[in-house]
């Protein structure tokens, strides 16, 4: 299945997340005219993605998929208000962190085949990577079309098992947000040595990226790929000797990683 043949997709919320995705339906070439976009307030990106490529607003054809793109916390008033909108047998796929399939199966018609998916916002570009977990009644064209979907922005991973969500959550799709703080630590880091604010956010900002693109690319592992920077007794193994040291990053990973798991769990709601 191509992405060109899926829909019409109806995509309700396009905030960061779903903004994201629509970007990278649009670059991939999901064709405008398949695609509804339903949300009250869009920032001006979107308006402008919305009238640039001829996107509607209001249903007209009868969507085959319905992507859930708003907050956890509203997901069960958003449903209650759209579900005589979405026409039986219409896939629909939630990308909300924490609520469960059997949530979201309560507000519609039984037996609507339901996909739960956490992407990130790297789908933007393309480079993210989305878990999916399939709900009952999903069928194999549906579970095709969603890929193909979800594959405009990146990887697509399937599990069976919806329990691993939430942590799926907190590793990938809160991922991103990690990996930006670390340039942000970095460049502060790098200005409190003395290196003027413009140039220390230059180099945090172009040794992540970089860092991140050279493991895109590499066969190698990361750890690998940390050695090759580590010149023993040398700069990097004095900085590492603090980072992968007790209450060093590992540490503090694995608190900020259970810590976004529970938080997914109190979110089902
Ligand atoms: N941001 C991420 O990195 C990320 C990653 C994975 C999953 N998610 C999930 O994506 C969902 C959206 O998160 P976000 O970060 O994009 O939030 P956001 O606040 O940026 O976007 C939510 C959008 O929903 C719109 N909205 C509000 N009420 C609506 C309604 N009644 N009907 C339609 N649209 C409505 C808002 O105007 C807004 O544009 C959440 O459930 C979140 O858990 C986000």
């Not at 916390?73 to 219409?90: E, F, R, S, W, Y």
């Not at 750890?223 to 920077?229: D, E, K, P």
Request: proline fraction near 7%; charge should be neutral.
């Amino acid at each position: 299945m191509t992405l060109k043949t899926v829909g019409p997709v109806l995509l309700v919320g396009a905030g960061k997340m779903g903004g994201a995705m629509l970007s990278g339906w649009l670059d991939r070439g999901l064709p405008g005219e398949r695609i509804i976009v339903r949300d009250p307030a869009p920032g001006p990106e979107i308006a402008a993605l919305i009238a640039k490529h001829g996107i509607r607003t209001a249903i007209g054809e009868p969507p085959a998929i319905v992507v859930l793109a708003v907050k956890p916390q509203i997901m069960d008033v958003v449903l209650a208000g759209i579900a005589a909108d979405i026409p039986a047998g219409a896939l629909v796929v939630s990308v909300a962190a924490g609520k469960t399939l059997a949530g979201i199966a309560r507000h519609l018609t039984p037996g609507t085949p339901i996909v739960r998916t956490i992407p990130n916002t790297p789908a933007a570009i393309g480079r993210g990577i989305t878990v999916c977990v399939a709900g009952p009644g999903v069928s194999a064209r549906q579970r095709a079309e969603a890929t193909a979907l979800l594959e405009a922005g990146g990887e697509v991973a399937w599990i069976d098992d919806e329990g691993l969500m939430d942590a799926v959550t907190a590793v990938s799709g809160s991922g991103p947000a990690y990996v930006f703080l670390l340039a942000e630590c970095l460049a502060a880091a790098g200005a409190e040595q003395g290196i003027p604010p413009d140039l220390a956010a230059r180099l945090a900002r172009v040794t992540v990226s970089g860092a991140g693109e050279l493991l895109h690319r590499s066969d190698l592992d990361p750890a690998t790929l940390r050695h090759n920077v580590t010149s023993p007794g040398g700069t990097t193994a004095a900085a590492l000797d603090i980072l992968m040291g007790e209450g060093g990053l590992g540490r503090l990973m694995r608190e900020a990683v259970a810590a976004a798991t529970r938080r997914g769990r109190e979110l089902a709601g």
